[in-house]
T-cell receptor, first 114, second 117 residues
Framework: NAGVTQTPKFRILKIGQSMTLQCTQD?????MYWYRQDPGMGLKLIYY???????DKGEVPNGYNVSRSTTEDFPLRLELAAPSQTSVYFC?????????????FGAGSRLTVL | AQKVTQAQTEISVVEKEDVTLDCVYE???????LFWYKQPPSGELVFLIR??????QNEISGRYSWNFQKSTSSFNFTITASQVVDSAVYFC??????????????FGTGTRLQVTL
């Protein structure tokens, strides 16, 4: 059982380049999330999805786009990379249960924009 | 707005010492959930515990225990007889409660625990 898989683990981008962080889960979770973690800070929610075809903004969505065409996949796209987007990105998923859901996180993707 | 404060940025202890990680939260919700996650040096986040606002009973799981006090808006985490493997960053998080909707967690800034021999 792989859980939540993120690729790539590391990436260096130049300012203005674009890229997609991939996220796949095999737990049949309907909810998926993207968080970013800046040094010395907690995780901040970028986007989330409650199911295929449905996405919504989190706390820090500017500069990012997402799509959810299948239950399993939730890619995060950076269109014009900026140094402020240097961070560690975590994808997570959860299942619908009563009350607040427990999130299962991927291993993270470290992105550096130079 | 929800807020989670972990005032301890970094704690260093010697193995076998007990250590308490503090977490103070703010929310206007009367119903909410609190979480602790562990982030070891490998980087992934590992779920440790979830507690709802109606349940103020303390919980013990092996060497870990949690003290939830609604009156002081605190959800502290104690590791008894710490071990080197406990070295990690620990995050406290808060979530609003809406059945059937996504859990949007608000995280604290984390406490880095260093356990040495």
């Amino acid at each position: 059982n792989a859980g939540v898989t993120q690729t790539p683990k590391f990436r260096i981008l130049k300012i203005g380049q674009s890229m997609t962080l991939q996220c796949t889960q095999d737990m049949n979770h309907n909810y998926m999330y993207w968080y970013r973690q800046d040094p010395g800070m907690g995780l901040k929610l970028i986007y989330y999805s409650v199911g295929a075809g449905i996405t919504d903004k989190g706390e820090v969505p500017n500069g990012y786009n997402v799509s959810r065409s299948t239950t399993e996949d939730f890619p995060l796209r950076l269109e014009l990379a900026a140094p402020s987007q240097t961070s560690v990105y975590f994808c997570a998923s959860s299942l619908t249960v009563s009350g607040a859901n427990v999130l299962t996180f991927g291993a993270g993707s470290r992105l550096t924009v130079l | 707005a929800q807020k989670v404060t972990q005032a301890q940025t970094e704690i260093s202890v010697v193995e076998k010492e007990d250590v308490t990680l503090d977490c103070v939260y703010e929310t206007r919700d009367t119903t909410y959930y609190l979480f602790w996650y562990k982030q070891p040096p490998s980087g992934e986040l590992v779920f440790l515990i979830r507690r709802n606002s109606f349940d103020e009973q303390n919980e013990i799981s092996g060497r870990y225990s949690w003290n939830f006090q609604k009156s002081t808006s605190s959800f502290n985490f104690t590791i008894t007889a710490s071990q080197v493997v406990d070295s990690a960053v620990y995050f406290c998080a808060l979530s609003e409660v809406f059945t059937g909707t996504a859990s949007k967690l608000t995280f604290g800034t984390g406490t880095r625990l260093q356990v040495t021999l």
